[in-house]
C-alpha cells in the first residue's frame, strides 16, 4: 500500500493506494492516524480512490482508527470510495458509520 | 464454459504467511479467467478466499510457518468452488458474533466470515480428519456473468 499526506489548513489528507489488506496495510493506516494524532492532526480525512482492494483486517483497521480519533476529539471521514469498497462497507452497515464523500470540496467544508 | 467442458482444477499447499495470500488470489483469479468468470464474480470470489485463507494463518495455524494451510479449488459450469484447510485446532462458527449488531458495529475484528457469505453462495465449516477448520465455499456463477471474459 502507498500512501501520501497533504494538509489543508487543519484537516490532514491521507490518500492510500493499492492493496489495504491483512499483514500490509492494515497496519500502515494505524500508523499514520496515530503520526498524525501525534502531530495535533485531529481532523483527517481518508482518499481511498486509489485502494484497489481492502479485506475485513484493512476495514477494521480503518473503524479502530475512528474510534481512535473520536477518543481524541476528533474526526474521521472517507472520501472517493470505489463502487466495490462502497458495497464492502454497505454490506457491513459501516456505510452508516462513516461520513463519506466523492468531493474534496466538500468533504472538507464538513469538517467542524 | 459451455456445458460439456471439463472441470478445471487447483490444488495449492502453502505456508502460514500473510504473502502466501496473493499465491492463492492469482491462482484462483486465473482460473476464474480460464473459466468464462467475469472479472466482477472473480473479484469476489478472490475476496472471500482471501478471508478465509487470512482466517486459516491466523486464528487456524497461528501464524506458525510449520504447518500448511491446503487450498483446492474446482470451475465446472456455472459453478466454482473452493476449499480451504488449516491444521490448527478448530472453532466455533456459532460462537462468531454478527458483526452488523449495533453493539458490534464498532469493533475492530470479526467481519471475515461474514465477508465470506455475503460474496459466495453457499459457506459451510467442519474439521479435517487432523481436527482443523475446513472450510468449504461455493459460487453459483450467473449466466451473465458465464459468457463474457476479462469483462471490467
Known amino acids: 500500500m502507498k500512501s501520501e499526506i497533504r494538509d489543508r489548513g487543519d484537516i490532514r489528507i491521507i490518500g492510500l493506494a493499492g492493496k489495504v489488506t491483512i499483514g500490509a496495510g492494515d497496519v500502515k493506516i494505524r500508523e499514520l492516524i496515530d503520526s498524525s494524532l501525534a502531530q495535533g492532526k485531529k481532523k483527517i480525512l481518508l482518499d481511498l480512490g486509489g485502494v484497489s482492494t481492502i479485506d475485513s483486517s484493512g476495514i477494521g483497521e480503518m473503524v479502530a482508527c475512528y474510534t481512535t480519533v473520536t477518543r481524541n476529539q476528533g474526526q474521521l471521514k472517507l472520501m472517493n470510495l470505489s463502487p466495490k469498497i462502497s458495497d464492502i462497507l454497505q454490506v457491513t452497515q459501516l456505510i452508516t458509520v462513516f461520513d463519506i464523500f466523492d468531493d474534496e470540496q466538500e468533504a472538507v467544508g464538513s469538517f467542524t | ?152
Open chain 2, 1 to 152: 464454459m459451455s456445458d460439456d467442458a471439463p472441470v478445471l482444477r487447483a490444488s495449492l499447499i502453502l505456508g502460514s504467511r500473510f504473502c502466501d495470500i496473493e499465491v492463492a488470489e492469482r491462482a484462483v483469479a486465473d482460473l476464474c479467467s480460464l473459466g468464462e468468470c467475469n472479472a466482477e464474480e472473480s473479484y469476489w470470489v478472490v475476496t472471500a478466499l482471501r478471508e478465509a485463507l487470512a482466517n486459516a494463518i491466523r486464528h487456524g495455524n497461528r501464524l506458525d510457518t510449520a504447518r500448511r494451510v491446503r487450498v483446492e479449488c474446482a470451475l465446472e459450469t456455472g459453478r466454482l468452488t473452493i476449499r480451504v484447510e488449516d491444521e490448527g485446532d478448530g472453532f466455533d462458527v456459532s460462537a462468531v458474533p454478527d458483526p452488523t449488531a449495533a453493539e458490534n458495529l464498532l469493533r475492530p475484528t470479526g467481519r471475515g466470515i461474514f465477508y465470506m457469505r455475503q460474496f459466495m453462495n453457499r459457506v459451510e465449516f467442519g474439521r479435517t480428519p487432523a481436527g482443523g477448520t475446513s472450510v468449504l465455499m461455493v459460487r453459483e456463477l450467473r449466466p451473465s456473468a458465464r459468457s463474457v471474459c476479462h469483462e471490467e
